[in-house]
């Protein structure tokens, strides 16, 4: 799994129209943790992956190709 940066994330938050307050609701965490980790990249992995596991239960998954960032992956047919 990639590891989610502040990028990243609001890429995510932007594919879902989600606030910093919805991220945080969400994944279960504060609303300062998720805007300290947007504004300064700091953040725990427990936390990290807290945030990622509440996008992917909206099928949204970060990824780090050429560029980190998020995508929506589609549902299969």
Do not use: C, Q
């Amino acid at each position: 799994m990639a590891d989610l940066t502040p990028e990243a994330n609001r890429a995510a938050r932007a594919i879902l129209k989600w606030s910093v307050r919805d991220v945080a609701e969400k994944a279960g965490i504060a609303f300062s943790t998720v805007h300290r980790f947007e504004t300064t990249g700091t953040a725990t992995d427990a936390t990290k992956d807290k945030i990622k596991a509440a996008y992917a239960a909206h099928n949204v998954e970060i990824t780090n190709g050429d560029y980190t960032g998020a995508r929506l992956k589609l549902a299969k047919s």
